[in-house]
T-cell receptor
Framework: DTAVSQTPKYLVTQMGNDKSIKCEQN?????MYWYKQDSKKFLKIMFS???????INETVPNRFSPKSPDKAHLNLHINSLELGDSAVYFC??????????????FGDGTRLSIL | AQKITQTQPGMFVQEKEAVTLDCTYD???????LFWYKQPSSGEMIFLIY??????QNATEGRYSLNFQKARKSANLVISASQLGDSAMYFC?????????????FGKGTHLIIQP
């Protein structure tokens, strides 16, 4: 009965490869997010996706692309992986329509390591 | 300029003592929300408490309370009667624009260690 689940938990791959991280939420939320946590533990929003509206953080390289097949899923696809992409990636969801007091529920994170 | 400032990179506290984790924020939006999250060494992000900019009373959730001082733009987290299991990273975060889908802005976190 996991609320926000993301797979895989660990991802080790070579520079230049393309990879995807999957995220699913069973909370019925209307908005999903992707965050990046760097080696210093700093969390930064990458994308939010609400009713087919994508809001992109302008600092995110266009090698990163979110893909949402339906309201419960927001996958993250990364092309041409670089060393600097090594980080923990968190998926989250919230019910924005319910009001600004709705917390975001996070998945357990995907630790991406680029060799 | 940082939107969320947590000035304590690390703290050591004796078990059973109360802990205050500092958080100041910067926004010109009259409608915003402030959140605290806990991240234990296992890595997951756990929501602790929320304070809305229009809330008249300070938020409380069990042993957690939020000392909200709007004029000072501070939202400190208070943990009463600390326990060993409280050892973790703690993040203060803000959502602006009254609940828009723009995500949370996080502070750099405070690493809290509870000593027996």
């Amino acid at each position: 009965d996991t609320a926000v689940s993301q797979t895989p938990k660990y991802l080790v791959t070579q520079m230049g490869n393309d990879k995807s991280i999957k995220c699913e939420q069973n909370l019925g939320h209307d908005t999903m997010y992707w965050y990046k946590q760097d080696s210093k533990k700093f969390l930064k929003i990458m994308f939010s996706y609400n009713n087919k509206e994508l809001i992109i953080n302008e600092t995110v390289p266009n090698r990163f692309s979110p893909k949402s097949p339906d309201k419960a899923h927001l996958n993250l696809h990364i092309n041409s992986l670089e060393l600097g992409d090594s980080a923990v990636y968190f998926c989250a969801s919230s019910q924005v329509k319910g009001g600004s007091n709705q917390p975001q529920h996070f998945g357990d994170g995907t630790r991406l390591s680029i060799l | 300029a940082q939107k969320i400032t947590q000035t304590q990179p690390g703290m050591f506290v004796q078990e059973k003592e109360a802990v205050t984790l500092d958080c100041t924020y910067d926004t010109s939006d009259p409608s915003y929300g402030l959140f605290w999250y806990k991240q234990p060494s296992s890595g997951e992000m756990i929501f602790l408490i929320y304070q809305g900019s229009y809330d008249q009373q300070n938020a409380t959730e069990g042993r957690y309370s939020l000392n909200f001082q709007k004029a000072r733009k501070s939202a400190n987290l208070v943990i009463s009667a600390s326990q060993l299991g409280d050892s973790a990273m703690y993040f203060c975060a803000m959502r602006e624009r009254g609940g828009g889908a723009d995500g949370l802005t996080f502070g750099k976190g405070t690493h809290l260690i509870i000593q027996p």
